[in-house]
């Protein structure tokens, strides 16, 4: 197997996963495989932006998945270079990798651990849970289930169990594992016509951690192997966590008894994180790469990326890489302009954002344009002001006269009135992504 076959297969499963296909195409399409030695594959690509997302986003995915393709551990090397394809060598064909155990080939990612997981009100109950349970395997909240929206640490907080309990209990066997290749796995040794190495390998589990469960949904057979599995882990008191992102009773088409059982334990929800949270992790970020950031700029992009973490980490990155590629520092103003393209830009408008905001609090135009001051209705209000502020290039003058010929300063104040309660308020927070969610895919 050559390294561009090694890369082709490894984008192709990369490419399921990822929940951003515009992310894969603007930085990882044209990576350009360069080496392997049999420890370290080595890729290219022609910007350090590209390298700094990479390595941010993708890199511990794409390290598992070639881990498991070259039946050994294998870490990602990037290199940056203006042709990328000149820098390739030549290198004998690797040799196609035996049989490996699920656990070898899917091990803990050490990266991800609890002490350099950002905890705020968004996350702390589920982080706090996921610590005693890394302390007390199999003995309490079995199972965890942690649930949330993609982007908000529930991968991070899974590895951070398993590295705890692989610092303090050495002997036990961990396997984390991906509910895609927990199928492939299955259906894999379902066609070799050997299931016992499949139950060999998750039923001896003292700790099985199984990612993003919501894609099991309509796959009944490996349901029912899943079944049998939980049920025999569960009652030899071996520790199992799992992530979704949703929680288990509105997995509708996962198998009653499955979801019921999902329910035994522990289920724990992970929120947007607070302004503050949002703060700090673009803090500890930027103090990783020793690089020095005014509080200014952390809080514009806090402000700015409210739903995502990855998306606030992606932000921040691309105006470091920015500021190395132009040799300039960084400021509020250089962050303004960095960040443009980021932002949001499909077609919005007044209108839209008008409808949706009346749609999601129950109440008409006429209550959102009108002069009524009772809370049922400034508050929606004041939102659809802010979301306009935010997701169009209107100026203040021309959103007030979308809302009634009102002055120009009363939409100012009203947007900044929401600014500075999302900085703390995590239900209103909610409501705002959900709305923004809406407008987005309609």
């Given at each position: 197997m050559d390294i561009e076959l090694i890369w082709d297969n490894s984008m192709n499963s990369l490419k399921k996963s990822v929940s951003s296909q515009v992310g894969y195409n603007l930085y990882l399409k044209d990576a350009v495989p360069v080496s392997f030695d049999g420890k370290t594959f080595t890729v290219a690509v022609s910007m350090i932006i590209n390298k700094n997302m990479i390595e941010s986003r993708y890199k511990p995915q794409i390290e598992q998945i070639l881990t498991n393709l070259l039946g050994s551990d294998t870490s990602l090397n990037i290199l940056v270079s203006?042709?990328?394809?000149?820098?390739?060598?030549?290198?004998?064909?690797?040799?196609?990798?035996?049989?490996?155990?699920?656990?070898?080939?899917?091990?803990?990612?050490?990266?991800?651990?609890?002490?350099?997981?950002?905890i705020g009100a968004s996350n702390e109950y589920a982080t706090a849970a996921a610590i005693r349970a890394a302390e007390k395997p199999g003995n309490i909240y079995n199972p965890l289930f942690l649930y949330g929206d993609s982007g908000l640490g529930k991968t991070h907080l899974m590895h951070a169990i398993g590295n705890r309990i692989k610092k303090y209990f050495p002997d036990k066997k961990i396997v984390y594992v991906t509910s895609e290749k927990f199928m492939n796995d299955f259906i894999e040794n379902v066609l070799k016509k050997t299931p016992k190495n499949f139950r060999e390998i998750y039923r001896s589990a003292d700790v099985l951690l199984i990612d993003d469960i919501q894609f099991l949904e309509k796959k009944e057979s490996t349901q029912e192997e899943l079944f049998h599995t939980f049920n025999e882990l569960y009652y030899m008191n071996k520790q199992m966590v799992i992530t979704s992102d949703r929680k288990p009773k509105d997995l509708i088409t996962l198998e009653e008894r499955l979801k019921n059982r999902f329910e035994w334990g522990l289920t724990i929800d992970i929120t947007v994180p607070?302004?503050?949270?949002?703060?700090?992790?673009?803090?500890?970020?930027?103090?990783?790469?020793?690089?020095?950031?005014?509080?200014?700029?952390?809080?514009?992009?806090?402000d700015c990326f409210q739903s995502n973490v990855r998306e606030l980490e992606g932000a921040l990155l691309k105006v470091i890489s920015y500021s190395q590629i132009k040799d300039k520092e960084i400021n509020l103003p250089f962050a303004e302009e960095c960040l443009k393209s980021f932002m949001y830009s499909g077609k919005v408008n007044v209108e839209k954002i008008i409808e949706k905001v009346c749609s999601y609090y129950e109440i008409t135009k006429e209550d959102i344009i009108g002069k009524n001051k009772t809370k049922n209705f400034t508050l929606p209000r004041q939102v659809a002001m802010y979301l306009c502020n935010m997701m169009t290039e209107l100026n203040y003058g021309a959103i007030a006269k979308?809302?009634?010929?009102?002055?120009?300063t009363t939409i100012l104040h009203n947007v900044e009135k929401i600014k500075a309660i999302i900085k703390t308020d995590t239900v209103l927070n909610a409501d705002i992504e959900c709305i923004i969610k809406d407008i987005k895919n309609s």
């Open positions: 203006q042709n990328p394809a000149e820098l390739k060598k030549e290198i004998p064909s690797v040799r196609e990798p035996e049989h490996t155990s699920v656990h070898n080939s899917y091990d803990i990612n050490p990266k991800y651990t609890f002490e350099n997981f950002i607070s302004f503050e949270t949002r703060v700090a992790i673009l803090k500890n970020k930027a103090e990783l790469r020793g690089v020095k950031i005014d509080k200014e700029v952390f809080e514009y992009i806090a979308s809302f009634g010929n009102r002055d120009r």
